[in-house]
């Protein structure tokens, strides 16, 4: 049995509606609902459509912050394995418990994996080797390509930084923290080359430059991963992007959010 950690908000619910009940498989969907929102028609259906159902842990909170949903989410999940999930995402379930069985075997507590988009191309450049992830090729990974063992992440009390993700002044980088985090307290972290999830076509992750605060969710993540060295990496990251920032105009802006603080 494994847990599916989804995140949603407000109307978005209503794409969870038809939500495939499947053996082996136990839903945690955190639904918040943003202060001074209210709900429509058809999302309230939806929720308690959702809620009535026995494979589901249906949790409707009053609050903003996708990291806090996620920290909801793992709290309440029930089984030892959990893959964080978004509202917009196909689950390649075969993959999943692919997924699940070599982390058993090999004793790994943070696996990441691969999601491809609708049209079938691969979301990222993905490596086609298994490998240990570290500090810096933690990087890579993004929040919906992870499976957790729920239980040795709660012993070690790694749970992902409210002060970042989206519905936040830092609204990226909560995904580096937490394996960032997770490493510090010695769980094994490894990529996997296997598809858990199709996503649309689109790339959020990208864009770290468009308005300040994405470019300052960045520095404050090597802030708060590399207390004692931040500034090395964030030349780094400085100089590696360079490329995109110029060929869109926002060298100074970047330069400036990024190196200054």
């Given at each position: 049995?494994?847990?599916?950690?989804?995140?949603?908000?407000?109307?978005?619910?209503?794409?969870?509606?038809?939500?495939?009940?499947?053996?082996?498989?136990?839903?945690?969907?955190?639904?918040?609902?943003?202060?001074?929102?209210?709900?429509?028609?058809?999302?309230?259906?939806?929720?308690q459509l959702?809620?009535?159902?026995?494979?589901?842990s249906?949790?409707?909170?009053?609050e903003?912050?996708?990291?806090?949903?996620?920290?909801?989410?793992?709290?309440a999940?029930?089984?030892?394995?959990?893959l964080?999930?978004?509202?917009?995402?196909?689950?390649?379930?075969?993959?999943?418990?692919?997924?699940?069985e070599?982390m058993?075997?090999?004793?790994?507590?943070?696996?990441?994996?691969?999601?491809?988009?609708?049209s079938?191309?691969?979301?990222?450049?993905?490596?086609?080797?298994?490998?240990?992830?570290n500090?810096?090729?933690?990087?890579?990974?993004?929040?919906v390509?992870?499976?957790?063992?729920?239980?040795?992440?709660?012993e070690?009390?790694?749970?992902?930084?409210?002060r970042?993700?989206?519905?936040?002044?830092?609204?990226?980088?909560?995904?580096?923290?937490?394996?960032?985090?997770?490493?510090?307290?010695?769980?094994?972290?490894?990529?996997y080359?296997?598809?858990?999830?199709y996503?649309?076509?689109?790339?959020?992750?990208?864009?770290?430059f468009?308005?300040?605060?994405?470019?300052?969710a960045?520095r404050?993540?090597?802030?708060?991963?590399?207390?004692?060295?931040?500034?090395?990496?964030?030349?780094?990251?400085w100089?590696?992007k360079?490329?995109?920032?110029?060929?869109?105009?926002?060298l100074?802006?970047?330069?400036?959010?990024?190196?200054?603080?």
């Amino acid at each position: 049995m494994i847990d599916i950690l989804i995140s949603t908000s407000n109307d978005r619910i209503i794409a969870l509606a038809d939500l495939r009940p499947l053996d082996n498989v136990h839903y945690v969907i955190v639904h918040q609902v943003f202060p001074d929102f209210v709900l429509s028609h058809n999302a309230l259906e939806a929720s308690q459509l959702l809620e009535q159902r026995e494979d589901i842990s249906y949790l409707k909170v009053i609050e903003k912050g996708l990291s806090k949903s996620r920290n909801r989410a793992i709290k309440a999940s029930r089984n030892k394995y959990a893959l964080i999930a978004d509202d917009d995402i196909q689950f390649n379930y075969s993959g999943i418990f692919e997924m699940v069985e070599r982390m058993s075997k090999e004793s790994i507590q943070v696996a990441s994996g691969r999601h491809q988009f609708f049209s079938g191309q691969m979301a990222k450049s993905y490596k086609s080797e298994s490998f240990i992830l570290n500090k810096i090729s933690a990087a890579s990974v993004s929040s919906v390509d992870m499976v957790l063992d729920v239980k040795a992440i709660r012993e070690h009390d790694v749970f992902f930084d409210e002060r970042f993700g989206l519905g936040t002044e830092l609204p990226s980088g909560e995904e580096y923290i937490f394996i960032n985090d997770a490493l510090k307290a010695g769980l094994r972290v490894k990529y996997y080359p296997i598809t858990l999830a199709y996503h649309p076509d689109e790339v959020s992750g990208h864009d770290f430059f468009s308005t300040p605060n994405k470019t300052i969710a960045k520095r404050e993540m090597f802030v708060r991963c590399f207390p004692k060295s931040h500034y090395i990496y964030r030349l780094l990251f400085w100089v590696k992007k360079l490329p995109i920032v110029i060929k869109n105009r926002s060298l100074l802006r970047f330069t400036r959010n990024i190196l200054w603080r």
